[in-house]
């Protein structure tokens, strides 16, 4: 059974920082391409950044310069390391794993973890 948990949310200040976790279980992590993705009330999923097996990391613009995405493959685990935060980054995070070769494809999602940033 695949799980990814995330954890690291919470309530903070414009300017403030948090660090997002997301443990994953049930994969060879290491050949997954791992991502942030949020979702604001009313808005669409987006993706904040990934980290591929390979090491690459892309970020979207609004995250660039201020999120840092990470991986421990020992630890099976995922970060995202989120700097000076804007009230407009308040959103539910959610952790994605991506494989895909060929014709064949697993995604797997975990259950977000609430970020409010106040103003």
């Known amino acids: 059974q695949v799980q990814l948990v995330e954890s690291g949310g919470g309530l903070v200040q414009a300017g403030g920082s948090l660090r997002l976790s997301c443990a994953a279980s049930g994969i060879i992590f290491s050949i997954y391409v791992m991502g942030w993705y949020r979702q604001a009330p009313g808005k669409q999923r987006e993706l904040v950044a990934i980290?591929?097996?390979?090491?690459?990391?892309d970020y979207a613009d609004s995250a660039k310069g201020r999120f840092t995405i990470s991986r421990d493959n020992a630890k099976n685990t995922v970060y995202l390391q989120m700097n000076s935060l804007k009230p407009e980054d308040t959103a539910v995070y959610y952790c994605n794993a991506l494989y895909r070769r060929a014709n064949i494809k697993y995604e797997y999602w975990g259950q977000g973890t609430q970020v409010t940033v106040s103003s």
């Open positions: 980290s591929t097996s390979g090491g690459i990391v």
